[in-house]
């Protein structure tokens, strides 16, 4: 019997992972097209990585030694709308109590992937040579001596309004948010891990974008794995997965609405990249993600949506979160637009 990709790539890392083998790995949000790549055999002319400061980048960035521009052309507010009553419709019927609604923006930048991926700044970094780049700020999971920890990320607010922070924290419709998700991933953990527990809830970091300064709330959760957790790498992973910071919860239900809601294909937007070093794990969720596609390059962001969501103000987060983040770029107008 032929096994699937999923299949191959869950085998592969707990392979690697029992015989103490560095790899890398990713994995795409419907855990199609999953790979598993021993280091030794990942060559930079294809693939670049940083993840949380392990790379395979052995040289200086050029520098960027022009004007930037980064122009994004997100869909109407009437095309949004549609997609989030839906999403509305079916957590008023009780099917689901957190969704993540994404969508596609088309950008014009005269940045290449490669420029975005050596200047970002983010802990989790991916290029694929003309297909993809991502800069994360999202851990998805760390496995360090026996135990592991999450850290799902909800709720984004511009530095530059007013007491931002309290905002933020006091919102009530980012604070169930974020407390339905902590409840949700504590759950997982609890799948693969015991005495599982939230070890800091809801504190916020900064995040500097081309644009605007950002701040997001996160939560750390943790627990202890079995002591044969390292051949089992690809197991407890998979269980995991996909992501409940990027889905919602219930999950099986929630990914219905999804698939439903948002008439496109993720891809690898909201999987997860992640490396094994052949004692520890560290992966992050890639939240923040460039496409490249026939018709040009393809930004996908997005939101959790609760019973307490605003549709303009959803829309608006959703294109906030188009941005890369490189503090220095100077923005300018683009030179073509998008009819």
Sequence with gaps: ????????????????????????????????????IPLSNVRPE???YDINGRSNVGHRPPALNRPIFFEKYPMPFAAYAPRFQIVKDHIQAGNSFLVNLTCPTPIVTNLSLSDIFYHSRARYKLWLRNELV????????????????????KGTIDAALPNAEQQILQDTKERAEHHTIVDLIRNDLSMVATQVRVERLRYVESVHTNGKHLLQVSSRIAGDLPSDYSARLGDIVFQLLPAGSICGAPKPKTLDIIRQAEGYERGFYTGIVGLFDGLDLDCGVMIRFIEC???????????GITTFSDATKEYQEMIDKVYVPIPNARCTAA????S
């Design 1 to 36: 019997m032929n096994m699937s990709a999923k299949e191959h790539a869950l085998l592969a890392m707990n392979d690697l992972g029992k015989r103490g083998v560095p790899f890398l790995f990713a994995i795409d949000f419907a855990m199609e097209r999953p790979w598993v």
């Design 46 to 48: 294809a693939i670049l």
């Design 134 to 153: 991502v800069f994360s700020p999202e851990i998805f999971i760390q496995i360090r001596c026996g135990r592991i920890a999450s850290f799902p990320m």
């Design 293 to 303: 596609h026939p018709e040009g390059l393809l930004y996908k962001s997005g939101g």
């Design 335 to 338: 030179p073509t637009m998008i």
